[in-house]
């Protein structure tokens, strides 16, 4: 069965500070695919990146980066100079496309994020 | 502005009352889902529909029903059979088939059982 989980619940930082949300996943597949998700406070998610499982390059766009490590099944993220307009919820999500999980995207708890200036 | 429209955004349902929630997408995707949200959780898959008159129980199916007439609309009925509906619940669609892709998802739809 997959698994997703997101330790910290909430992280409070101040404006300027970086930020890294963990997430650790479980999967019995080879094939797999890795998600983040912001939620703000409208409510919409709102897609961030994905990786699949055989690309363990890790990534940067902009002030984001994603660090993906098979060897500990993580796919971290990391906020760079924070701003109060990355206050919101991140979702880590995982899903594998196999047939008895078409659709089935597993998300993690969230992380809550609240950036004050 | 191409997107998805749930409605209404928030709701209030009498005990033992049905509740329909609806979702238009204006994205021409074919695969929607239906998701349950509640505090400090992740989300919960509902129902999830490949293509038109299809669709599939997700997670937590029970008191819950849906129907996928038309590509664009994908609406969510909460049954009194639904022991706990009060939840927020987002709809979402995708280009490609299985979850690989970008899910595009509405600002939600709060339901709360008085």
């Known amino acids: 069965a997959q698994k997703v989980t997101q330790a910290q619940t909430e992280i409070s930082v101040v404006e300027k500070e970086d930020v890294t949300l963990d997430c650790v996943y479980e999967?019995?597949?080879?094939?797999?695919?890795l998600f983040w998700y912001k939620q703000p406070p409208s409510g919409e998610l709102v897609f961030l990146i994905r990786?699949?499982?055989?690309?363990?390059q890790n990534e940067i766009s902009g002030r984001y980066s994603w660090n993906f490590q098979k060897s500990t099944s993580s796919f971290n993220f990391t906020i760079t100079a924070s701003q109060v307009v990355d206050s919101a919820v991140y979702f880590c999500?995982?899903?594998?496309?196999?047939?008895?999980?078409?659709?089935?995207?597993?998300f993690g708890a969230g992380t809550q994020v609240v950036v004050t200036p | 502005d191409g997107g998805i429209t749930q409605s209404p955004k928030y709701l209030f349902r009498k005990e033992g009352q049905n509740v329909t929630l609806s979702c238009e997408q204006n994205?021409?995707?074919?695969?929607m889902y239906w998701y349950r949200q509640d505090p400090g959780q992740g989300l919960r898959l509902i129902y999830y529909?490949?293509?038109?008159?299809?669709?599939q129980k997700g997670d937590i199916a029970e008191g819950y029903s849906v129907s996928r007439e038309k590509k664009e609309s994908f609406p969510l009925t909460v049954t009194s059979a639904q022991k706990n509906p009060t939840a927020f619940y987002l709809c979402?669609?995708?280009?490609?088939?299985?979850?690989?892709?970008?899910?595009?998802f509405g600002e939600g739809s709060r339901l709360t059982v008085l």
């Open positions: 994205l021409n995707h074919d695969a």
């Open positions: 529909s490949q293509i038109v008159n299809d669709f």
């Open positions: 979402a669609s995708s280009m490609e088939g299985p979850p690989t892709g970008e899910l595009f």
């Open positions: 990786r699949n499982s055989f690309d363990e």
């Open positions: 999967t019995r597949d080879t094939t797999y695919y």
């Open positions: 999500a995982l899903s594998d496309p196999g047939t008895d999980s078409w659709g089935k995207l597993q």
